[in-house]
């Protein structure tokens, strides 16, 4: 495949070699979908269609196959995020407990203006997500891979300093 | 044990009795704590015989929908022609559930060993644990665990020495909640959109690949090997009032309580001692309004509340649902209205969209409960409500649209004047929509 547009290849070296493993899994190259998406995730930080067009071609799927998953579930990025990817859960067990208060919270003091955008020095991205199954922790909050319990307005300035 | 507090005396700790215990999380702490006994000795039982084990027991399903266990595992053929396969729901995104995330991050052992000694009953060699993405503390742990039981020799080729392959695999979900339906959750791990699947076939003739297929929640999977080792009968007589639902089971306490977390309690155990006794409402307050079994379940009013015993049949008799088990306790100064709003909204979120009473009707419950809240309501937006609801009711590939239903049409009809309040102008709006 030629790499267009200075897009660079995932599924080379070791890489690739995690992807056969998980592969071999599964009775098809289909099921090894969404393992390969996150890895391109953690490799490049979102999924773009030319990375789309490499799955694809690696699992003998179509790109357009690949696109109808990747905008199905909502933790995929399709486009680029924020150096810190921020998921505060407003579902209402969390929302009696105050969620609202949480979310507002880390909008203000990421600078960012609203959920969903990225803050102008590309630091932080807010969005609300529902139901992160820790309702009696409220308010949870998934920073990256960190998954962090009873969040409050209160203690968001100290946690964003943890993600620099 | 209620936790992260320590465990009340009311309690009956069977699955929880570790938790909080980083010890149990290792190989050689479970084997301490008499782990992998239940699964050597299911390995040297014919798989019928511990179908037929589990089928005594009494044990349903922990997940939601309470089908007898036993009696799935019996679906799967008989006699094997062609790969059996589990799958083990930890897709956990029920609102107001997180028992499965509990039992997974403090005894991630006792899961693997209740998958392999279901894998055995149904004749797989291969299970999927479909974790949800969210959970990445759940899933490094039980991949852990897993490289353990494999290094240990406990899982792979030749299990525990029996000669049987077991080999488990964790699949990772990607944020849908709709793939907790077990259907979807197939479809999820085929590397497909989560769509639910129209039934007949059934799993247990054509689930993942189209082969032979069991689907289990985590906390049930996790309830079986105690059953091996102590008999159907010590579980049977968990009960404590109903025959028909035994066992133990964690509830998720969560909402307006004082010491939300997990509370592991028999069949049959009064709701309201848990609620004012266990989890304890905020001080000054009084109790408004439950879901005992995740948001999908009927909302109960304080007097149903109260007269509930937590089980199968205890919660149809006071019209909800044991569910999940996810209680979500509403006190006095709740807004019925908007919460149920906010339900709509996590509804409309998950719908996959394929049938159109679900894709469309989730949006309109939305955008009506919405206009109620910002005061542009009318009466009559409460009889379409309930018409909608009507219309989204038994007429779907899959549940979620009876669920987003449920909670709105039990609101109306318990909490009528919370809605008129804001439709008469009596309540001032709380929302702003153009």
Redesign the interface.
């Given at each position: 495949m030629q790499a267009t547009g200075g897009y660079q290849p995932v599924f080379t070296g070791d890489r690739r070699a995690r992807l056969d493993e998980i592969r071999a899994?599964?009775?098809?190259k289909?099921?090894?979908?969404?393992?390969a998406?996150?890895i391109v995730q953690e490799a490049h930080g979102w999924i773009s269609d030319a990375a789309m067009a490499e799955v694809a071609e690696t699992?003998d799927?179509t790109a357009a196959y690949v696109k109808?998953?990747v905008t199905?579930?909502?933790?995929?990025h399709q486009h680029p995020v924020g150096r810190h990817f921020i998921?505060v859960c407003?579902?209402?067990?969390c929302?009696?407990?105050g969620a609202e208060g949480v979310i507002h919270a880390f909008l203000t003091h990421t600078g960012c203006r609203e959920l969903g955008a990225t803050s102008p020095d590309g630091r932080f991205t807010v969005v609300e997500?529902?139901?992160?199954?820790?309702?009696?922790?409220?308010t949870p909050v998934?920073i990256d891979?960190?998954?962090i319990e009873s969040v409050t307005p209160e203690g968001v300035p100290g946690l964003l300093q943890r993600y620099p | 044990m209620g936790y992260?507090h320590r465990p009340h005396p009311k309690e009956t700790v069977v699955l929880s009795q570790y938790f909080g215990d980083a010890d149990a999380r290792t190989y050689a702490g479970w084997v301490k704590r008499g782990g992998y006994a239940a699964l050597q000795r299911a390995l040297g039982m014919k798989p019928g015989e511990v179908v037929d084990l589990v089928k005594a027991s009494g044990l349903r399903g922990r997940g939601g929908a309470g089908f007898p266990t036993g009696m799935k595992w019996s679906f799967m053929p008989r006699e094997k022609t062609k790969?059996h396969y589990l799958c083990c729901n930890a897709d956990?995104?029920?609102?107001?559930?997180?028992k499965?995330?509990e039992i997974m991050r403090w005894t991630p052992h006792a899961l693997l060993e209740g998958c392999a000694i279901a894998m055995h009953a149904i004749q797989a060699e291969?299970g999927y644990i479909y974790i949800?993405?969210?959970?990445?503390?759940p899933i490094r742990i039980m991949q852990a665990a897993l490289d353990e039981a494999h290094r240990e020799g406990v899982l792979g080729a030749n299990a525990l020495g029996s000669g049987r392959p077991l080999?488990i695999?964790i699949?990772?979900?990607?944020?849908?909640?709709i793939c907790g339906e077990e259907t979807a959750l197939m479809n999820?791990?085929?590397?497909?959109?989560?769509n639910p699947r129209i039934r007949p076939p059934f799993p247990a003739q054509a689930g993942v690949?189209g082969l032979p297929t069991t689907v289990n929640n985590v906390e049930t999977l996790t309830s079986v090997p105690a059953i091996v080792t102590q008999g159907a009968e010590w579980y049977q007589k968990l009960s404590l009032s109903n025959p028909k639902s035994a066992g133990t089971k964690l509830f998720?306490?969560?909402?307006?309580v004082a010491r939300?977390?997990?509370y592991e309690v028999t069949m049959g155990f009064p709701l309201k001692d848990l609620v004012y006794d266990l989890a304890g409402l905020r001080p000054g307050r009084t109790l408004k309004a439950c879901q005992p079994g995740g948001?999908s379940v009927p909302i109960l009013n304080r007097e149903e509340s109260e007269a509930c015993l937590l089980d199968y049949e205890g919660c149809v008799a006071q019209g909800t649902m044991l569910g999940s088990g996810?209680l979500?306790v509403?006190d006095d100064t709740?807004d019925m209205v908007y919460?149920i709003m906010?339900?709509a909204r996590?509804y409309a979120?998950?719908s996959?969209a394929q049938c159109t009473q679900c894709r469309e009707g989730t949006g309109w419950t939305v955008r009506i409960l919405e206009r109620i809240l910002s005061g542009k309501g009318a009466m009559s937006d409460l009889d379409l409500l309930l018409d909608v609801g009507e219309q989204m009711t038994g007429k779907t590939i899959c549940v979620l649209s009876d669920s987003c239903a449920v909670p709105v049409v039990s609101g109306i009809r318990k909490f009528r004047g919370e809605f008129e309040a804001y439709i008469t102008g009596a309540r001032k709006p709380v929302l702003a929509v153009a």
């Open positions: 899994r599964y009775p098809t289909r099921a090894a979908l969404l393992p998406l996150w699992l799927l109808g998953v199905f579930y909502t933790m995929y998921q407003g579902t209402t067990p929302n009696l407990c997500v529902e139901c992160l199954g820790a309702c009696g922790f409220a998934l891979d960190d998954f | 992260p790969p956990e995104s029920e609102p107001g559930t997180f499965d995330r291969v949800r993405g969210e959970f990445t503390e080999d695999w699949h990772r979900g990607a944020g849908a909640y999820s791990i085929e590397g497909r959109r989560g690949f998720s306490v969560c909402g307006h939300p977390g997990n948001s996810g979500i509403f709740a919460q906010r339900l996590f979120h998950e996959c």
